[in-house]
C-alpha cells in the first residue's frame, strides 16, 4: 500500500521541533505527494481547515494548544479524519485522552519507521473501510484494535498474551464462527491447543469483556457477537 507515491492522500504534519518535523516530512515525501506542515497547532487549524487532510500527525507537547486539546477541536465536527498523535511519554491518561478521541493511533517517541509505516497503512486501511480502529464492545468497553488496548469504565484493562491474540482473532473475524484450529493456529502457535485451556481462556477473557459477546457453535468455535 506504501510501495509507490499516492497522490491522493493528504497529510498534516504538526510538530513545534524544526529537526523533527523536517525529518518527518522528508520521511513523508517517499509515500505521499501532498503534506501539509505546522509548528504548532493553532497554525495547523487554519491548514486543516483550508486543506482537509485525510491524516494528521501530531506531536502531543506544544506550546499555547497541545495535540490532544488540537484533536478535541477537530472532533467537534469531524469524526472520519486520521490521526496518528505522537508523544514523548507512555502515560496511561494521554492514551486513555487519544481512545476517547476515535480513530486515534497513539505512538511513542523515538519514533522506528516501522512503526510508522505501519500506523499509516492502518490509517489508509480505514480510509479505505470508512471504520475506526476503536470497536465498541458496549456502552461501558471499547477495544483498540491498532493500540491493543482494552478500556472499561475510563480504566485500562490488562490482557494477557493469549487473551489479546484470541480477542483479536475473534474482532477481525466478527462476522463469523473462528474455528478451533483457527485458535490453535493463531492463539497457540507455539504449542498444542487442550479443550481445557482454551475453555479456561474464554472463562478468563468473558470476566474482562461483556461474557455474552463471545458466542459458542458445538464442533465448530467460537465468534464475537458485535
Given at each position: 500500500m506504501l510501495e509507490s507515491i499516492n497522490k491522493t492522500i493528504k497529510i498534516l504534519y504538526v510538530e513545534d521541533d524544526d529537526i523533527a518535523r523536517e525529518n518527518g516530512v522528508e520521511y513523508l515525501?517517499?509515500?505521499f505527494e501532498n503534506i501539509y506542515e505546522a509548528s504548532d497547532a493553532l497554525s495547523a487549524l487554519k491548514l486543516y481547515a483550508k486543506h482537509q487532510p485525510h491524516i494528521i500527525i501530531t506531536d502531543i507537547q506544544m506550546p499555547k494548544l497541545n495535540g490532544?486539546?488540537?484533536?478535541?477541536?477537530?472532533?467537534k465536527t469531524d469524526s472520519k479524519t486520521q490521526v496518528i498523535v505522537i508523544s514523548a511519554f507512555s502515560d496511561k491518561d494521554y492514551l486513555l485522552k487519544a481512545i476517547e478521541l476515535q480513530l486515534v493511533k497513539y505512538l511513542i517517541k523515538p519514533i522506528k519507521e516501522n512503526e510508522?509505516?505501519?500506523?499509516?497503512?492502518s490509517c489508509m486501511e480505514s480510509i479505505e473501510s470508512d471504520t475506526s480502529n476503536i470497536i465498541a464492545l458496549n456502552d461501558e468497553s471499547t477495544f483498540d484494535m491498532f493500540n491493543l488496548t482494552l478500556v472499561k469504565n475510563s480504566q485500562i484493562i490488562k490482557l494477557r498474551t493469549k487473551e489479546l491474540?484470541?480477542?483479536v482473532l475473534l474482532l477481525k473475524n466478527k462476522n463469523r464462527y473462528v474455528t478451533y484450529s483457527e485458535i490453535e493456529n493463531s492463539v497457540w502457535f507455539d504449542s498444542s491447543m487442550s479443550k481445557d485451556a482454551l475453555k479456561t481462556l474464554v472463562k478468563n477473557i468473558k470476566t474482562k469483556i461483556p461474557k455474552e459477546l463471545i458466542l459458542n457453535l458445538s464442533g465448530t468455535g467460537y465468534k464475537?457477537?458485535?
Open positions: 515525501e517517499n509515500y490532544l486539546e488540537f484533536v478535541q477541536r477537530i472532533r510508522l509505516k505501519q500506523a499509516l497503512m491474540d484470541f480477542l464475537i457477537d458485535l
